[in-house]
C-alpha cells in the first residue's frame, strides 16, 4: 500500500509539471468555497493535452474529444479538492518520515538537484508550497485507505467460480449480455489469460526504419544498414551488439533487442510467421520488410501454451474481483461526498 500511496503522490506531482502559456488567471469553479483558478488547472492539463496528441492519431484527434477529455480531466480535480477537504476535516496526519520519503521520491525522478529546483521554479513553487502539496495529496490518500480498509467485502467461492465460468466463456467470444463495465472486465481478464496460456517465443530484434513515406535516398541509407546487418550475422558477429549498434529505436538499443515474450497478433504477420517457425537460437539471415522497416529476428525462449484450470487460477480472479469491489465502494462514497458538496463550475 506504501508503494501505491507513493506512486500515486509522484504521479500527481509530475503531471503538475508542465509548461504553459500565461493566462489571464479566472476562478474556473468553487469547490466548498475554495476556488480553482484556471491558470492552476492549466498546468495539470496541458502535459496530458501534450500526450494526447502524441498517443492519439491525428485522423482520430478533434476538438470535441479534447473538451471530453477537459471535462474528465476538471472533474476529477474536483473529486480530488473534496478529498482534501475531508481529510482536513477528519483532522487526518501526516508523518514527516512519511512526507520525507514521498519527497525523496520525487527528487528521485529528476538527474539531480538542480534539475528539481529548476522544475519548481517553472512552476512557480518555493520548496515550502511544493511539501504542502504533497503533504495534501498523502492526506486524501490515506483518507481513502481508512475508508475502504475493512469495508471492501471479499469474494465468496460461488462469486469467483461464476466469474471464472463468465471468463471462459469469453475467451470463447460469448456475448454475455452484462452491464458495460463487467463485460470490460470480462473481456481485459479473458485477453490477459488467453495470452498466458496461448503458445509463446521470447524475441530479440534489430530494427532498421524505412517507413513507406521515406525518401529515396532514406530508402538507400536503409538498405546500406540492412547489408552492413546481413554481412555482420554471416560473419557470427553476437546478435545482441548487432541490436545495440544498428536498432533505430531506442529501447531496443537500451535492450540489446530483447522483445521479450510474444503471442500471436503482437506482430506484423511477416515477423509472426517467421518468429513462430523458427527453433530457439535461430534467426532470420534475411532482413524481414515491413511497411515500417527492415527487421532481423533471433528466437531466444520457447514456451507451450498450456491449459489451466480453476484452481490455477482462482487466487488472482479473486483479487481482480476485490479490487473491483473496492472500486465501486470508492466511487460510491466519492458519489456520496461530492452529493453534499457545494460546486460551481464556470463554464
Not at 476556488?35 to 491525428?58: A, C, D, G, H, N
Not at 471535462?71 to 476535516?89: N, S
Request: with cysteine.
Amino acid at each position: 500500500m506504501k508503494k501505491i500511496l507513493l506512486s500515486l503522490v509522484v504521479t500527481a506531482f509530475m503531471f503538475s509539471a508542465g509548461f504553459c502559456e500565461e493566462l489571464v488567471d479566472k476562478t474556473l469553479a468553487v469547490v466548498n468555497g475554495e476556488p480553482l483558478m484556471s491558470s492552476e488547472f492549466e498546468k495539470l492539463f496541458e502535459p496530458i493535452v501534450q500526450q494526447y496528441r502524441v498517443m492519439t492519431p491525428v485522423s482520430e484527434q478533434s476538438d470535441a474529444r479534447l473538451n471530453e477529455l477537459r471535462e474528465q480531466i476538471l472533474e476529477q480535480k474536483i473529486d480530488q479538492m473534496i478529498l482534501m477537504q475531508q481529510a482536513k476535516k477528519e483532522k487526518i496526519k501526516v508523518q514527516k518520515r512519511e512526507l520525507d520519503e514521498a519527497i525523496r521520491m520525487v527528487k528521485s525522478r529528476f538527474p539531480d538537484e538542480a534539475s528539481f529546483k529548476n522544475e519548481l521554479e517553472k512552476e512557480s513553487l518555493t520548496q515550502a508550497e511544493f511539501e504542502k502539496r504533497i503533504e495534501e495529496q498523502m492526506m486524501a490518500q490515506k483518507l481513502i485507505e481508512k475508508e475502504m480498509k475493512n469495508n471492501v467485502k471479499k469474494p465468496t467461492e460461488k462469486e469467483i467460480k461464476k466469474f471464472y465460468d463468465n471468463v471462459s466463456l469469453k475467451m470463447k467470444g460469448q456475448n454475455l449480455g452484462l452491464k458495460k463495465e463487467d463485460e470490460e472486465m470480462l473481456d481485459s481478464v479473458a485477453k490477459l489469460l488467453k495470452r498466458m496460456s496461448a503458445d509463446q517465443v521470447r524475441i530479440s530484434q534489430i530494427y532498421i526504419k524505412c517507413p513507406a513515406d521515406a525518401t529515396q535516398t532514406e530508402k538507400i541509407v536503409a538498405q546500406g544498414k540492412a547489408d552492413d546487418v546481413k554481412k555482420a550475422l554471416a560473419k557470427g558477429e553476437r546478435f545482441e551488439d548487432l541490436a545495440e549498434k544498428y536498432s533505430d529505436d531506442a529501447l531496443l538499443r537500451q535492450r540489446r533487442g530483447d522483445m521479450g515474450f510474444v503471442v500471436k497478433g503482437d506482430l506484423d504477420k511477416r515477423l509472426e510467421q517467421k518468429a513462430f517457425g523458427m527453433t530457439v537460437g535461430q534467426y532470420t539471415k534475411e532482413p524481414v520488410k515491413t511497411n515500417s522497416g527492415y527487421h532481423f529476428i533471433r528466437v531466444k525462449e520457447s514456451r507451450a501454451g498450456t491449459i489451466f484450470n480453476y484452481d490455477d487460477v482462482k487466487n488472482d480472479l479473486a483479487e481482480v474481483l476485490y479490487r473491483q469491489n473496492g472500486q465501486k465502494l470508492y466511487e460510491k462514497w466519492v458519489s456520496g461526498l461530492r452529493a453534499k458538496a457545494n460546486i460551481k463550475i464556470n463554464k
